[in-house]
T-cell receptor, first 116, second 109 residues
Framework: DTAVSQTPKYLVTQMGNDKSIKCEQNLGHDTMYWYKQDSKKFLKIMFSYNNKELIINETVPNRFSPKSPDKAHLNLHINSLELGDSAVYFC???????????????FGQGTRLTVV | QKEVEQNSGPLSVPEGAIASLNCTYSDRGSQSFFWYRQYSGKSPELIMSIYSNGDKEDGRFTAQLNKASQYVSLLIRDSQPSDSATYLCAVNNFNKFYFGSGTKLNVKP
């Protein structure tokens, strides 16, 4: 029973297209995230949502728009795709502890986006 | 300055040896600290979490935290070829996990 699942696993698309990645967690966690992992394997936070509310937006271009219809889902829509958007995108979730501290983050399997 | 710094490696150790991985972080307000392992083409998976100064042991793994020095380390005893992977240090505060760029570990049979 997958804890954090994201679809699709692979996405190949042309420059200028619009695409979406979906993420769902069945752990009952309060916080969900989107991370981008580039070719050098650096994991960079993009967005953080807590109970459907946007908490963190780490200077991501506004072509990237996250949407959280409920606490268990966090989707990522990308407009006007560019070559530099090619990367692996990971969804993750964690449980809140007191004082804005989180338990460990659990990751989805990743979506490898290739823009051609 | 990056929030979390790690030596990218690769770190090569023989099978059965101790592998020592290190990480420093910049935000003194960071509250919790994690080590993840990532195999090529896979997602990061948690190995250890540590929240207070000192050592925490779990099987062959020991995490060490020194908040005064802003330093986190991971020791892997009796290293196995299956431990060969990239190890990511992560620091958490205010609904953010900042990751280091990872240290690639090679355990040679």
């Amino acid at each position: 029973d997958t804890a954090v699942s994201q679809t699709p696993k692979y996405l190949v698309t042309q420059m200028g297209n619009d695409k979406s990645i979906k993420c769902e967690q069945n752990l009952g966690h309060d916080t969900m995230y989107w991370y981008k992992q580039d070719s050098k394997k650096f994991l960079k936070i993009m967005f953080s949502y807590n109970n459907k509310e946007l908490i963190i937006n780490e200077t991501v271009p506004n072509r990237f728009s996250p949407k959280s219809p409920d606490k268990a889902h966090l989707n990522l829509h990308i407009n006007s795709l560019e070559l530099g958007d090619s990367a692996v995108y990971f969804c993750a979730s964690s449980q809140d502890r007191e004082g804005w501290v989180n338990t460990e983050a659990f990751f989805g399997q990743g979506t490898r986006l290739t823009v051609v | 300055q990056k929030e979390v710094e790690q030596n990218s490696g690769p770190l090569s150790v023989p099978e059965g040896a101790i592998a020592s991985l290190n990480c420093t972080y910049s935000d003194r307000g960071s509250q919790s600290f994690f080590w993840y392992r990532q195999y090529s083409g896979k997602s990061p998976e948690l190995i250890m979490s540590i929240y207070s100064n000192g050592d925490k042991e779990d099987g062959r793994f020991t995490a060490q935290l020194n908040k005064a020095s802003q330093y986190v380390s991971l020791l892997i005893r009796d290293s196995q070829p299956s431990d060969s992977a990239t190890y990511l240090c992560a620091v958490n505060n205010f609904n953010k996990f900042y990751f280091g760029s990872g240290t690639k570990l090679n355990v040679k049979p």
